[in-house]
């Protein structure tokens, strides 16, 4: 009699190629499911720490330390207020700016809930609120510093997703533009928004417009668009609190 011969898996057949692809798909996906959830309290920390520098740069603190600024975002920040778009205040916020309106995203404010930064800078009650718009090629976002009379702009600070280097991108990179608002005016004496961001071509600057970028118009656009916006949204939340 012929003797009985066990086989083993061919690993040529179709079938072993899928159970074994299978199991390393499944492996890589728990591996990968592992190490996110290792690493995500840190990388909250730096989402986070990014954030503050942000508010802390529009409120023209740019040269601070990743160390040192914790504790001049939580010494700075009085209250990170929520408002509705009829400037009804939704949560007070706290000292150090993180339990309320510091959550917020752009999401958020679409729906309708605004943030608003109560601010101290040397003595002085300053204002910080976040805009989002869109550039050329993606999001484009910043926070607007505004001085206690809550209609002159103490600074500005953007960022942006996908603006082309060199041109769109310098509404981050490049710091004359951002300098650039300080003590622009957001509404006029009738209290209509008109900040905006316009070429000059020459044309003696006036008190709400800011010279665009030359060869990044569409994204000059964007920025003009987006403080025309969400300005005029924030308008209610700011005379809310300009009032007290």
């Excluded at 798909?25 to 290792?38: N, R, T």
């Excluded at 503050?52 to 040192?68: F, H």
């Excluded at 964007?222 to 209610?236: E, P």
Aim: charged content about 25%; aromatic content about 10%; hydrophobic content about 35%.
């Amino acid at each position: 009699m012929a003797e009985n011969k066990k086989k083993g898996f061919n690993i040529n057949s179709n079938t072993y190629i899928i159970m074994y692809s299978t199991v390393m798909v499944v492996i890589v996906a728990f591996v990968l499911a592992f190490v996110y959830k290792q690493l995500k309290p840190m990388q909250d920390v730096n989402v986070s720490l990014d954030k503050k520098m942000q508010v802390l740069s529009a409120l023209n603190m740019r040269d601070i330390d990743k160390a040192d600024a914790e504790d001049t975002y939580a010494n700075t920040i009085k209250a990170d207020m929520i408002f509705d778009a009829e400037g009804t205040v939704l949560a007070q916020g706290k000292q150090g700016g993180e339990s309320d309106g510091f959550r917020l995203t752009s999401a958020d404010y679409k729906q309708g809930r605004l943030a608003l930064y109560v601010c101290e800078v040397q003595g002085e009650t300053k204002y910080v609120v976040p805009v989002y718009g869109m550039g050329l090629w993606g999001p484009i976002w910043g926070y607007i510093a505004l001085d206690a009379d809550g209609n002159t702009i103490y600074g500005a600070y953007f960022n942006h997703e996908s603006e082309t280097a060199g041109l769109g991108a310098e509404i981050k990179d490049s710091k004359d533009f951002q300098n650039q608002f300080r003590g622009k005016l957001i509404a006029n004496q009738s209290g209509e928004v008109s900040i905006k961001v316009r070429k000059s071509n020459g044309k003696p600057a006036d008190s709400y417009t800011c010279d665009g970028i030359t060869g990044a118009t569409l994204t000059s656009d964007g920025v003009s668009l987006m403080l025309h916006d969400c300005m005029s949204r924030y308008q209610k939340a700011i005379q809310s609190v300009t009032k007290k």
